[in-house]
């Protein structure tokens, strides 16, 4: 199996999908936009089963600022029509569904921490999330959902949370992926979004969490790859 992922800027990277992808053997390559990698670039990205587009703090909008997420949305549909298995994170999400034709625009409230998000209901062939689960979320935009697409989450500010399309993509709002060390660079990266907020917490609220909350999310990002992928599970 190979798989290849985007990555929009530095401190977003994959996390634990490293982890997932070492276990079984996956060959990976990666395109760095914000190192001027043409999303474009066939060669680089070859035959891959699997691509991973992450996060970042753009806009899918910001085409005017950001002349490759034009290209991108193409290589993101094009993958999706060719049957590769397509998983969005956060931006990765919000660029799936404008990839697909779907609205993307600010949500009410900006969501910056550890906040519940509830499994959807009805997606009995689709991937299922626990009713109740505390996720990391740093988003400030949401989405309409795109054609075909199922709900699999929510939370009380922000309807689409995750979303499937058949069996092969998956968008997720929220980072199932997410390492201590990771929400350190978010913050040292981003720390002036951290303003007063209903739903954002402060820099010292982020980086008390304890390991055990990153293991759980980060099992979680493993079943999500197993479902997506439709390989066996196995844990580091």
């Known amino acids: 199996m190979k798989a290849h992922y985007l990555q929009h800027v ?3 990277g994959i996390g634990s999908i490293e982890g997932w992808l070492s ?8 395109t760095r936009l914000f190192q001027d990698e043409h999303p474009t670039d066939v060669e680089r990205m070859g035959a891959a089963d699997l691509l991973v587009v992450m996060g970042g703090p753009m806009s899918v909008n910001d085409e005017a600022v950001f002349p490759w997420l034009s290209a991108e949305k193409r290589v993101i549909r094009d993958a999706i029509l060719r049957g590769v298995r397509v998983l969005g994170i956060c931006l990765g999400a919000q660029l799936i569904a404008s990839a697909l034709g779907a609205r993307v625009y600010r949500n009410p409230v900006k969501e910056i921490g550890w906040f519940p998000v509830r499994a959807a209901t009805g997606a009995q062939d689709l991937f299922r999330f ?28 922000c309807s689409n949370q995750a979303f499937q399309i058949d069996r092969r993509v998956v968008g997720l709002q929220f980072h199932l992926e997410v390492t201590q060390a ?55």
Request: charged share 25%; net charge negative; proline share 10%.
């Open 10 to 12: 530095p401190f977003e």
């Open 23 to 30: 276990r079984h053997g996956v060959e990976t390559s990666r």
């Open 130 to 157: 626990p009713p109740v689960s505390s996720v990391f979320h740093w988003h400030g935009e949401t989405f309409d959902l795109p054609p075909g697409a199922v709900p699999l989450a929510s939370s009380e500010c």
């Open 182 to 236: 990771q929400v350190r660079a978010m913050v040292d990266a981003c720390g002036g979004e951290l303003v007063a907020g209903p739903r954002i917490q402060t820099e010292a609220e982020l980086l008390a969490v304890p390991d055990r909350e990153y293991a759980r999310t980060n099992r979680m990002m493993d079943q999500v790859l197993d479902d997506l992928t439709g390989l066996p599970s196995r844990t580091g």
